[in-house]
């Protein structure tokens, strides 16, 4: 059995180098769903819609590199706001790392298969649609409750709290 470089563990988040830092990312996906705001109470409110450049088969950005060319309102992850973005999901490794949490036993970095977060259920594939497909105007009518993704993963057997 291979020992696997538990950096995460070691090196302080905020001196991930790159390599590291992208590798945090489980490939989930919830973070590329759209969410609406309330202008009133700022409550954020969570919807099935994923960004149009989202390969939904992959759960990866098509255009990663250029994505804020494309979507200049993507938010990009950083050491100082993931503590702060409460639209990102409780199991995301950004968030967990940030809060001096562990990575969930599901992780690809724990379990050495990148293809783990979609085996435990923790992607985002076959529980969205893109926003190539709908009027964009009706994002509205595709409101889900807060724990749309975790209901569906526990449904099928994964645990988002490990």
Request: proline residues 4%; aromatic residues 8%.
């Amino acid at each position: 059995m291979t020992k696997v470089d538990k950096f995460w563990e070691t090196v302080p988040f905020e001196q991930l180098n790159q390599k590291q830092w992208e590798s945090i990312c489980d490939g989930c996906a919830q973070c590329c769903a759209h969410k609406l705001q309330d202008e009133d109470t700022d409550e954020i409110f969570l919807t099935n819609i994923v960004c149009e450049y989202l390969d939904t088969q992959k759960c990866q950005c098509s255009v990663y590199g250029n994505r804020h060319v494309h979507v200049p309102d993507c938010i990009k992850i950083t050491p100082q706001n993931a503590k702060q973005l409460s639209w990102i999901p409780e199991t995301c490794g950004y968030k967990l790392l940030a809060n001096g949490k562990p990575l969930p036993e599901w992780h690809p970095l724990v379990t050495g298969d990148s293809q783990s977060t979609e085996k435990a259920g923790m992607s985002i594939r076959d529980k969205v649609i893109s926003e190539a497909d709908i009027e964009i105007d009706d994002l509205e009518d595709y409101l889900v409750e807060d724990d749309y993704f975790t209901v569906l993963c526990k449904s099928i057997g994964a645990d988002s709290s490990s």
